[in-house]
């Protein structure tokens, strides 16, 4: 089954992303001020607020350690909240090009670790 499969290396491949993510806000706090002018520019552009930019402004506003521990979360909210990250600008282009390689159908192996470089 192709699709499953597909669906669980993309899961798989916005849990690596968010993963360094996470390590990049702890080793810099200041980092996260991107994610929230991210949903400020989401919040003034869309009129109401959609169900995803509450839950990250919830998210956000919990202390550095709450936060990056839900980026690593495996639950099934953090990943449905990945899908609409405000982390997008905190990783390089070469970053998340080692990730999409990792992660591509003909190298991506489940329960390996990508080779980030």
Do not use: C
Not at 81 to 107: C, D, K, M, N, V
């Amino acid at each position: 089954m192709q699709t499953g499969s597909d669906h669980s290396r993309l899961d798989e491949r916005s849990l690596a992303m968010h993963l360094l993510v996470a390590e990049k806000l702890r080793a810099n706090p200041a980092l996260l001020e991107r994610a929230l002018q991210t949903l400020r520019r989401w919040r003034e552009s869309g009129g109401s607020p959609a169900p995803a930019l509450a839950e990250w402004e919830h998210v956000l506003s919990r202390p550095i350690d709450q936060v990056t521990a839900f980026l690593s979360e495996r639950s099934e909210r953090a990943g449905r909240l990945r899908q609409s990250s405000p982390f997008a600008g905190i990783l390089t282009e070469a970053e998340r090009q080692a990730i999409y390689e990792s992660y591509s159908a003909r190298t991506y192996h489940p329960g390996r670790q990508p080779d980030l470089g």
